[in-house]
């Protein structure tokens, strides 16, 4: 049956439109059986008639001025031939192979892009299902498309405020713009054209404005525009520049809040597992929410965290307030549980925000004015403290503090703000990237010269402060960043307890007090870094050395010393260099050095890229010997003993 009608077509004038187009209309029906699309693909007979109808007939409708009725025919030959070609490819790479080249495929380009009637149907629906059908799953056809600015059409035909029969289409045109935004061309065609991606924002902004929870498939068309938009910003730096503007990122919240206040997410969950499309990418921090909430969560941390969003976006009074409204909104206990679960994503997503902008000195000295007083005090005291509040929220908060925390002038404001209790609650959690967090703020807060209260209220004494709640983690984690971080903490305020004059004519002896009072063992987390990470982490290992120098050196010798002494002996130190247990006792014994034998080897052969460690052992043994006349007889003899026969004389 088919062999008749391709002859047919062949035969047909080339100037009777209406004739050819009846043909093609016949081919098209006939394509729908498999069987017929595969005998047809025998030849490319019909690939280059189709692609020969398609090009004369637009330079038909593009050179010369037809009339109203014969440019009707070459429409209606338009649809056929479309209609034709998409029920050809279906399912068909060899007949899709034909019509690429053909020249076919690019053709359908320039309908989408130069026929006004291609907004329209029929031709619309004729044109969009052949490009779905000539690209799905087939990379050289859908390169041909975007080479030749189908992108745009899909994007225009999406963003209409009012397309004809927009419902019925949409469906297409959001799987043909799925498909060719998976190709590794779309993104350069976005960087090129910076209307397309605010196209896709406006449009979704729109049709959010339109409630569109009752019509499935807007909802569609927003799922695939939120898609487009996330994966093209998760590709490409140059688009996440272009919406480096106050009104694109406010945009993002208002989409933000619509799927938080509509649920939409929530309700599709099991429809979009069951979808072709790809979910949205991977959310900044897993969550078990609304996943397209948590991509518009993505897509505001992917445009605020480039550098030049802060220039960009920091000044704008619009989007401060913003953000500041967000986190300061009143948190009364009466809220229902979905408007308190709305207000900490809408709270998570504005810290996040924040904390990118947040990466400049000069910001967050400013976060710190006097104005701000407000937000400061709620991201500490609602979003930071471990209360109820969710955990990406807190996350959130905690990464904007610790960014407050970087410039030395805000310090001592943040230790008056009541910081320094809660980030020491903090350490405790199960939560590691809170718990990093909080570890890495207090730390800053213990840097420099910071005031004698700051650094008491580190170490207080209650068992909520900083200090006894850092030597419990580190002494029982098995992360070795919370571990590394928490005895760099350690090492951090033993310094300053223990350096009496803080260079401003205070003091911190109440702290050092308050230290000694709840005998704290300080050596044992500084050697256990020394021997577990001193290798892979230098830095630390010479902080940890000056630390135990300066325990050592102006301590309570008579117990500090004594911790030391005892870790010399290999039996009492070789168990702290021990990771997770795989070996025997015997085995670890065998293959690792105690702490005697680590100074040692510092003492003994300079590291070439931190001579400073060797000194620093010297140091540390030097200052060990001095105090070792004034100790008496206990369980440290033995390591009196290698501090004597083995330690000292590499002094000389």
């Excluded at 398609?54 to 009725?69: G, K, N």
């Excluded at 799905?136 to 059409?153: F, R, T, W």
């Excluded at 050196?553 to 010399?568: E, M, N, P, Q, Y």
Aim: charged share 20%; net charge negative; glycine share 4%.
């Amino acid at each position: 049956m088919s062999d008749p009608l391709l002859s047919d077509l062949l035969a047909c004038p080339p100037g009777d439109a209406v004739a050819t187009a009846k043909a093609f209309k016949a081919l098209a029906d006939q394509c729908r059986s498999a069987d017929t699309r595969a005998a047809l693909t025998q030849t490319p007979h019909l690939a280059d008639a189709s692609s020969t109808a398609l090009t004369r007939t637009l330079a038909s409708l593009q050179t010369t001025a037809p009339d109203a009725a014969h440019r009707a025919e070459l429409v209606f030959l338009l649809v056929q031939v479309l209609r034709c070609i998409g029920n050809h490819a279906a399912d068909n790479d060899a007949a899709r192979a034909q019509l690429l080249a053909s020249g076919a495929v690019a053709a359908i380009a320039h309908v989408l892009v130069s026929v006004p009637e291609a907004a329209r149907d029929p031709l619309a629906r004729a044109a969009f299902g052949a490009a779905l059908n000539v690209a799905l799953d087939n990379e050289p056809c859908a390169a041909a498309l975007i080479a030749n600015g189908a992108l745009l059409p899909h994007i225009q035909q999406l963003t209409q405020e009012s397309p004809a029969g927009s419902l019925e289409l949409w469906p297409v045109v959001c799987a043909g713009l799925d498909g060719l935004c998976e190709h590794a061309l779309a993104p350069p065609q976005f960087e090129a054209h910076s209307d397309y991606i605010l196209s896709i924002l406006r449009a979704l902004a729109r049709l959010a404005r339109r409630h569109v929870a009752a019509e499935p498939t807007s909802r569609g068309a927003m799922r695939t525009l939120l898609w487009v938009l996330c994966e093209t910003l998760e590709k490409s730096a140059a688009v996440r520049r272009q919406l480096c503007r106050p009104e694109s990122v406010l945009s993002l919240f208002d989409l933000l809040d619509f799927y938080l206040t509509t649920g939409i997410g929530l309700e599709e969950q099991a429809e979009v597992d069951d979808s072709p499309h790809p979910l949205p990418p991977n959310r900044p921090i897993p969550q078990p929410a609304n996943r397209y909430a948590d991509a518009a969560t993505q897509a505001i941390v992917a445009v605020s965290g480039e550098d030049a969003a802060l220039e960009a976006l920091f000044p704008s009074h619009a989007l401060m307030a913003r953000l500041v409204a967000i986190l300061t909104a009143n948190h009364d206990t009466g809220r229902s549980a979905d408007s308190s679960a709305r207000a900490d994503a809408m709270a998570a997503a504005a810290a996040l925000c924040l904390g990118n902008l947040a990466r400049s000195d000069e910001h967050c000295t400013q976060l710190l004015a006097p104005a701000y007083a407000p937000l400061i005090r709620t991201l500490i005291h609602e979003w930071f403290a471990p209360r109820s509040v969710n955990v990406r929220t807190r996350h959130a908060a905690s990464g904007l503090l610790k960014n407050l925390c970087l410039p030395a002038a805000n310090r001592s404001l943040l230790v008056e703000f009541g910081l320094v209790s809660v980030a020491a609650a903090n350490i405790s959690t199960a939560v590691v990237p809170i718990q990093a967090n909080s570890i890495g703020m207090l730390r800053h807060l213990a840097s420099g010269s910071p005031a004698p209260d700051s650094i008491l209220s580190l170490v207080g004494n209650s068992p909520d402060a900083a200090l006894p709640n850092a030597l419990q983690v580190v002494a029982s984690t098995d992360v070795d960043a919370i571990r590394c971080e928490g005895t760099r903490l350690i090492a951090t305020i033993v310094k300053r307890v223990y350096l009496s004059d803080d260079g401003s004519g205070g003091t911190y002896l109440p702290a050092r007090k308050a230290v000694e009072d709840a005998c704290y063992d300080l050596a044992t987390p500084l050697v256990r870094l020394i021997l577990r990470d001193g290798v892979r982490h230098p830095l630390l290992r010479q902080e940890s050395l000056v630390a135990l120098t300066v325990l050592a050196a102006t301590g309570d010798k008579s117990r500090h010393v004594k911790d030391i002494v005892r870790l010399l002996v290999p039996a009492n130190s070789i168990p702290l260099a021990a990771g997770p247990p795989s070996e025997s006792d015997e085995e670890q014994n065998e293959t690792t050095a105690g702490f005697a034998d680590v100074l040692a080897a510092l003492i003994a052969n300079s590291d070439p890229a931190w001579p400073q460690a060797s000194l620093q052992a010297k140091s540390l043994v030097s200052q060990l010997n001095l105090a070792s006349s004034s100790l008496t007889d206990g369980d440290f003899t033995n390591g009196l003993e290698i501090l004597h026969s083995k330690l000292a004389p590499l002094l000389n």
